[in-house]
């Protein structure tokens, strides 16, 4: 079975500081992984897959998968950054849904 | 293009009351899920349908009904309200498969049950 795990709850960070979001998982195959936001009363909504291997706003995600983990980085936090952080994993041959982490609140402090 | 719409946006039930929470996508995707929000519990997924006429349970599908009768809808049914389902229930349609190139979520249902 899939599993995901975020093991910070809510991360603050000035801003300009670096960012880094945790996400390590589980699976014993092939997994996709993907990180999807949620900024303050918007939809949830993709913000990079690690097959696509890009920086959207910033952001960077590497697949490790020595460590299992795909942690979501950028360099210097923006405000706008502010919203919930989603890990997702699902498997490459796309067979079962996505499995969601738990979430991580991202806090931008001015 | 609306995208994935969701009805209503809030609801308060009573204890034993039932609702249907809508879901309908103007997409053409084949994929449609549902799935509940709850504070420091992530995203649990409830049911899911790979097309008309085929539904499936997910994680958490006790006490909830589900039905695709179209591509378009895939409303969710709660019969005997409990406060344990007190949650933001979020639907989602991807296509080709369960990765799609991305899930498309709705705005989702904020429900109380006192």
């Known amino acids: 079975a899939q599993r995901v795990t975020q093991p910070e709850k809510l991360l603050s960070v000035f801003k300009g500081a670096p960012v880094e979001l945790k996400c390590n998982y589980s699976?014993?195959?092939?997994?996709?992984l993907f990180w999807y936001v949620q900024y303050s009363r918007q939809r949830l909504q993709l913000l990079l897959r690690h097959i696509s291997r890009e920086s959207i706003k910033g952001f960077t995600a590497d697949l490790n998968k020595g460590e299992t983990s795909f942690h979501l980085k950028k360099p210097f936090a923006q405000e706008e950054d502010s919203a919930m952080y989603y890990c997702?994993?699902?498997?490459?041959?796309?067979?079962?849904?996505?499995?969601f982490g738990k979430g991580t609140r991202l806090s931008v402090i001015a | 293009n609306a995208g994935v719409t969701q009805t209503p946006k809030f609801r308060i039930l009573k204890i034993g009351q039932s609702m249907t929470l809508q879901c309908t996508q103007d997409?053409?995707?084949?994929?449609m899920y549902w799935y509940r929000q709850d504070p420091g519990m992530g995203l649990k997924l409830i049911y899911y349908?790979?097309?008309?006429?085929?539904?499936d349970k997910g994680e958490v599908p006790n006490g909830y009904n589900v039905s695709r009768s179209t591509t378009e809808d895939f409303p969710l049914r709660l019969e005997l309200a409990a406060p344990s389902q007190t949650s933001v229930y979020f639907c989602?349609?991807?296509?080709?498969?369960?990765?799609?190139?991305?899930?498309?979520f709705g705005s989702g249902t904020r429900l109380t049950v006192v």
């Open positions: 699976y014993s195959g092939s997994p996709e």
């Open positions: 349908s790979v097309g008309a006429g085929i539904t």
């Open positions: 997702a994993l699902s498997p490459y041959s796309g067979n079962t849904p996505l499995v």
């Open positions: 997409m053409n995707h084949n994929y």
């Open positions: 989602a349609s991807s296509y080709g498969d369960f990765r799609g190139l991305s899930y498309t």
